[in-house]
């Protein structure tokens, strides 16, 4: 059905429409009195009539246009609410601007949606390295838990939709999400909406507000997200950036293990832990690098040694706890950083990397295979010093004492390899 107009909205409508019916209805009536056989008193009287009568329209007029629309339907409390809470993240954005970590933004943004526009959890999905996929990054609320670290293909469940429509998409009755996500992630939910980020037009994170009731896909709801997505955005954009490039400060582009800066100031925070327990923790550091590494990179090429840095990286990583650290300095040198590990247990790690080693192969090419050895040499906090210059300085000299006693072959070629 057509709508009809709405003169309430339209502040200079009615009055407009009065000026253009009285200025219809006077030249008529002014016509009329003049072919009148009515004295020219009465008609003098009328005439003045006329000439107040308009001046007392115009005047209305005037005053209608300039008074302040009146509250309609579309102008509600909720409306109002909303834009306040809106208001409210825009100045945060702009008072926070990048010092908060993106866990921190999610959680001052879903509390302050959830104050006017409730939801039971919320999901921020983020683009993949490679591209091909959305991840949660971020979750809250219901089944929070099973949500975090989901990962999805970018053209799947309904943040995929948002993210390559670049609009609000909403599924009414869950059902495009239950295929797409974990059952567990959406026990108790109904429908889902989801909201694209954008920068430059171009999304960049989707936020995606699941509900325990079904939700119909009307325009109020459409708007009223677009908006909250609008207003969401710099904020998200300035924290995941923020966030981006300290993670690139302390990486290494090509293991993509933390670098050496990483790894001084993790050591500064165990080094603190172990000084105030002295012997009760104790700490150790254990510096690797690849035997005669130079002459690999000369033998195969550079490409080639790339690819078994990032092998070393790889394999030297999966041998150690969850809690050790592992980074790389600088060339062919890993540095490892082992909480609570006295010297005797740091040994016994050396050795089960390796057995580990020993057991793995290099592919150079498709057709040819190669053995990787290593280097190590360690220092255990207390015994061989107390800062973290002295510890990496001690390992550095251990390391370099081992290298002259063992042989300097490297790597071990297959007979059947040999010219």
């Known amino acids: 059905m057509k ?43 009328v005439l003045v009539a006329m000439a107040s009568s308009y001046s007392i329209v115009c005047l209305w007029a005037f005053r209608k246009s300039t008074q302040p629309a009146e509250p309609t339907d579309q102008t509600t409390e909720e409306e109002t609410e909303l834009s306040q809470a809106l208001t409210a993240i825009g100045e945060a954005s702009e008072f926070f601007g990048a010092s908060l970590k993106p866990v921190d933004i999610f959680r ?80 108790g939910l109904r429908s889902a909406i989801a909201m694209p980020l954008m920068h430059e037009d171009q999304p960049f994170a989707v936020l995606v507000l699941y509900r325990d009731a079904r939700v119909q896909a009307d325009d109020g709801i459409r708007k009223t997200c677009e908006a909250i997505g609008a207003r969401v955005s710099p904020l998200f954009l300035s924290s995941i950036s923020f966030e981006r490039s300290v993670s690139n400060a302390l990486t290494d582009s090509l293991t ?91 040994n016994e790690i050396v050795q089960r990397i390796k057995n580990h080693f020993a057991a793995e192969v290099f592919h150079v090419t498709e057709s040819e295979d190669v053995k990787v050895w290593l280097n190590f040499g360690w220092a255990t906090f207390w015994q061989d010093g107390e800062t973290a210059d002295q510890l990496l300085q001690h390992a550095r000299i251990r390391k370099q004492q081992s290298k002259a006693e063992e042989p300097s072959k490297v790597l071990w070629f297959p007979k059947e390899y040999v010219n």
């Not at 107009?5 to 006077?26: E, H, K, M, S, T």
């Open 108 to 187: 001052l943004v879903s509390s302050r949606i959830n104050q006017i526009f409730p939801f039971a959890a919320s999901a921020l999905f983020i683009e993949s390295e490679a591209g091909e996929a959305l991840q949660i990054v971020q979750s809250d609320g219901q089944n929070a838990g099973a949500m975090l670290s989901t990962i999805l293909p970018v053209d799947s469940g309904i943040a995929g939709m948002a993210w390559l429509s670049g609009e609000v998409e909403i599924d009414s009755d869950l059902a495009l999400e239950r295929e797409a996500m974990p059952d567990e992630a959406m026990t």
């Open 3 to 45: 709508p009809s107009y709405d003169f309430a909205n339209d502040r200079l409508g009615v009055g407009q429409i009065a000026l253009g019916v009285f200025g219809l209805v006077a030249p008529v009536v002014t016509f009329l009195l003049a072919i009148s056989s009515l004295p020219d008193s009465a008609k003098v009287t």
């Open 256 to 346: 993509k293990l933390p670098n050496e800066r990483a790894f001084f100031m993790v050591l500064e925070n165990q080094l603190a832990e172990s000084q105030r327990f002295r012997s009760e923790r104790p700490l150790t550091v254990i510096s690797v690098d690849i035997k005669n590494f130079a002459d690999a990179n000369q033998n195969f090429g550079f490409a080639a040694g790339d690819r078994m840095l990032a092998f070393a990286a790889l394999h030297l990583a999966s041998q150690l706890r969850k809690m050790d650290f592992i980074s790389r300095s600088v060339n062919d040198e890993f540095l490892i950083i082992l909480p609570t590990a006295s010297e005797k247990f740091a």
